[in-house]
Nanobody, 116 residues
Framework: QVRLVESGGGLVQVGDSLRLSCKCS????????MAWFRQAAGQERERVAA????????YYAHSVKDRFTISRDDAKDTTYLQMISLKPEDTAGYYC?????????WGQGTQVTVSS
């Protein structure tokens, strides 16, 4: 059973940085496309960043482009989301996603709160 465990969330100030981590286990994690989604209170879950498993192509939502960086370390089965210049609107639960085109896997989420 594939398991995704996020860590690194917390309460920060505007302009601060955070790095989220997602540890994958229980499957061929290096063969999954990985992504980070977020969901703010009362809003739909949105994809903020993704990285492919072949070639490492990345995707970023417009709202986080140039501030967030997704990366993966397949030797550690870990995907990261480096976030800089955080804004109050970045406040949300952040969820790690893994998928192989047939099955989707989700972590339990980690909360990021940006205080002004």
């Amino acid at each position: 059973q594939v398991r995704l465990v996020e860590s690194g969330g917390g309460l920060v100030q505007v302009g601060d940085s955070l790095r989220l981590s997602c540890k994958c286990s229980g499957g061929p994690c290096s063969e999954y496309a990985m992504a980070w989604f977020r969901q703010a209170a009362g809003q739909e879950r949105e994809r903020v960043a993704a990285v492919d498993w072949i070639g490492g192509a990345t995707y970023y939502a417009h709202s986080v482009k140039d501030r967030f960086t997704i990366s993966r370390d397949d030797a550690k089965d870990t995907t990261y989301l480096q976030m800089i210049s955080l804004k109050p609107e970045d406040t949300a639960g952040y969820y790690c996603y893994a998928g192989d085109g047939l099955l989707d896997y989700w972590g339990q989420g980690t909360q990021v709160t940006v205080s002004s």
